[in-house]
């Protein structure tokens, strides 16, 4: 299985922060990366998908970058319902593999 | 937009038998496009995928979860299905349907999940 590595695991930012997680794949795949939102008690939420394309809908705030086997995934301005957990996920090879997930706080 | 929706008991006995079913609404389990997963979260923990199925009946499983996983699909009534036997407490999780667009790629629908606990 491919090992999905976030950090950090938790992130304390004010209002308004540019805001950076990576995530590291155990093996090359590719741009086959997607990054989720979840909410507490809430289904995950897709934002980005292919390491770098936004989903429909999405705040333009957030957007996704790299390749191979190191990604990141960016927040802007941080806002404060952007306050979630975050999740990379890879979808290159099978079993699809999630990051142990990334909680945002606000300071 | 297509939508989903989790149904099934939210208690099940240690040593039986988890089924749970999942509608799809404003869509079609037929769509080409589309591959149907389950995925499923501990309470607490991170996500863990289960497997998929596409409307033709091809799966793919979780080879940690293999032995015991059965996902089927039914195009009349617009529902895939999972099935996970011999259940212990650690399969207490909120079980997510989620619809996969094309091959390989992003989870973009996602039904709300429903906790199943695992009790006697």
């Known amino acids: 299985d491919i090992q999905m590595t976030q950090s950090p695991s938790s992130l304390s930012a004010s209002v308004g922060d540019r805001v950076t997680i990576t995530c590291q794949a155990s093996?090359?795949?590719?741009?086959?990366l997607s990054w989720y939102q979840q909410k507490p008690g809430i289904a995950p939420k897709l934002l980005i998908y292919g390491a770098s394309n936004l989903q429909t809908g999405a705040p333009s705030r957030f957007s996704g970058s790299g390749s191979g086997t190191l990604f990141t995934f960016t927040i802007s301005s941080l806002q404060p319902e952007d306050i979630a957990t975050y999740y990379c996920?890879?979808?290159?090879?099978?079993?699809?593999?999630f990051g142990q997930g990334t909680r945002l706080e606000i300071k | 937009q297509v939508q989903l929706q989790e149904s099934g008991p939210g208690l099940v006995k240690p040593s039986e038998t988890l089924s749970l079913t999942c509608t799809v609404s404003?869509?079609?389990?037929?769509?080409?496009?589309?591959?149907w997963n389950w995925i499923r979260q501990p309470p607490g923990k991170g996500l863990e995928w289960i497997g998929y199925i596409y409307y033709t009946g091809n799966t793919k499983y979780n080879p940690s979860l293999k032995s015991r996983v059965t996902i089927s699909v039914d195009t009349s009534k617009n529902q895939f299905s999972l099935r996970l036997s011999s259940v212990t407490a650690a399969d207490t999780a909120v079980y997510y349907c989620?619809?996969?667009?094309?091959?390989?790629?992003?989870?973009?629908?996602w039904g709300p999940g429903t906790t199943v606990t695992v009790s006697s």
């Open positions: 989620a619809r996969g667009y094309n091959y390989n790629s992003r989870m973009d629908v």
């Open positions: 093996q090359d795949i590719s741009n086959s």
């Open positions: 404003s869509g079609s389990v037929s769509s080409g496009s589309s591959y």
């Open positions: 996920q890879q979808c290159d090879n099978l079993p699809y593999t």
